[in-house]
């Protein structure tokens, strides 16, 4: 729980990104320091845990490097969009959800420590109704190991590293760097190509932070390569001087190492919506890939079922809260479609999630929405039939849509008696019927009718 971080949050200002990014600009290098410490302090006071009613196999989930923002494009618009999926994917699914946090980037230099520290607070920002509910949890990779276990742990940590470098190695094949010179106020940096799966946007610019002295391996030569000077970085020249394998893949075995340690703790998955990612925790640590094939269909449901999207993170973890069982009826059957239309390759690829939404979960939820209008207007139009109550003050209510709470107000300012008829009828409008309530899109249902 995080509790002891949303009240440093508070007390600082940091809550919407706009502020986060104004306060912490203008805070002076003792301040900064100050803040880093108390932020770390916060994380780790926090006790990781299950929520209550967590007690479903795969239903916690640790967030890969990729899937909280924290590797591929750094620029705040993408790493948002990643985060807003992350939440959407933990309130339609997920019990509760682990974000790792480097504890060693908030003890840096202090023009990286000023990003880190905004980075991280626009984090929590997004992820701030998760977290009150305790539905998510920041953990820092500080691990205490005594001398024998920590010399283990050092060992494993270094097999990790070089099994991400080889991994990084041997996707040299796919990709291409090309150095590019500095040219007015841009700094030198490298450029990466490749496909999608491997290079987010098929396309990233590496940049050295501070402006540092040009590398000695640096080729003398440059041609034009597109628009500008540059040259292509062979294989070979890159394995000898290891160029971008911090950047590119280091983030790999950290995520390794993080899920080996605390997976066994806390009972979380290894969640990501990377290849890339998936590939090497497959290839060192071989798993089932459901929980990639469910973030899959929750992502295409997110476009293909209307108002889903709109719905506000808080009142889908509010709805979850209220009615529990609906919940899990609803979870146990998204499971259940993934189980049977994942691939002779045991993973669901995105057109058999647009199939499941487009001819299971959109027309069965359709359906439910128009049982569940028909079946309310027929039990107002049954009970109001026998209702002495002025045509009037009923008009009112349905032509406004007011809501009933506001109508049992207005019968009340006006002395108008309930009846029984009328107090079934403002009960069939609150609730759906019960043969609605039963069906296993009942949660999907009560989401998006409340954004209508």
């Known amino acids: 729980m995080n509790h002891n971080l949303i009240d440093l949050a508070e007390e600082k200002g940091l809550v919407a990104p706009e502020s986060i990014q104004a306060i912490v600009s203008r805070l002076p290098p003792k301040d900064l320091l100050r803040l880093a410490g108390r932020t770390i302090d916060a994380i780790t006071s926090g006790e990781l845990q299950r929520p209550a009613g967590s007690d479903d196999v795969g239903s916690s989930f640790m967030a890969s490097a990729s899937i909280r923002g924290d590797a591929g494009c750094s620029e705040w618009g993408c790493r948002s969009k990643k985060l807003d999926a992350l939440s959407r994917y933990t309130a339609l699914y997920a019990d509760h959800l682990v974000i790792p946090v480097s504890a060693r980037s908030f003890f840096t230099h202090a023009s990286v420590l000023r990003r880190t520290v905004i980075d991280f607070y626009s984090q929590v920002s997004q992820l701030r109704p998760l977290v009150e509910r305790n539905r998510a949890s920041f953990v820092a990779d500080m691990m205490c190991l005594c001398a024998d276990c920590s010399k283990r742990f050092n060992s494993a940590c ?20 090309i150095y590019r010179p500095p040219v007015r106020k841009i700094p030198w940096h490298v450029e990466v190509l490749g496909p999608e799966e491997l290079v987010e946007h098929g396309c990233m610019h590496s940049v050295p932070a501070g402006n540092p002295p040009i590398p000695s391996w640096v080729p003398k030569r440059l041609t034009r390569i597109g628009d500008q000077q540059g040259a292509l970085l062979s294989p070979s020249k ?49 798993r089932p890939t459901v929980d990639n ?3 899959i269909l929750l992502e295409e449901m997110q476009h293909s079922i209307p108002l889903l999207s709109e719905v506000p993170l808080r009142t889908a973890l509010a709805i979850r809260e209220e009615d529990p069982d609906s919940f899990l009826l609803y979870r146990n059957s998204i499971s259940q479609l993934v189980h049977e239309y994942m691939g002779n390759a045991g993973e669901l690829t995105k057109a058999r999630a647009k199939q499941i939404c487009e001819d299971i979960l959109g027309p069965q939820l359709l359906r ?27 008009t ?33 409008i609150e609730q759906n019927p019960a043969e609605i309530k039963s069906h296993n899109l009942y949660y999907l249902l009560r989401l998006t009718q409340s954004s209508e």
């Open 396 to 428: 009112l209510g349905l032509v406004s849509g007011l809501v009933p709470h506001v109508l049992r107000e207005i019968f009340t300012l006006g002395g108008i008696a309930l009846t029984g008829q009328l107090a079934e009828t403002i009960a069939s």
């Open 158 to 177: 270094e097999a990790h590293h070089r099994a991400a470098r080889e991994f990084y190695y041997s996707k040299l094949d796919q990709i291409q760097l």
């Open 238 to 286: 890159i394995k000898k001087n290891r160029i971008l394998v911090g950047r590119m893949f280091s983030q790999l075995s950290k995520d390794a190492i993080f899920q080996q340690y605390f997976g066994v703790r806390a009972g979380v998955s290894y969640l990501t919506n990377s290849i890339l990612e998936a590939e090497f925790l497959q290839s060192i640590y071989p």
């Open 293 to 295: 094939s469910v973030s």
């Open 368 to 394: 439910l929405r128009l049982e569940a209008r028909a079946k309310t207007r027929s039990a107002f139009r049954k009970s109001t039939a026998k209702a002495a109550v002025p045509a009037a003050m009923l």
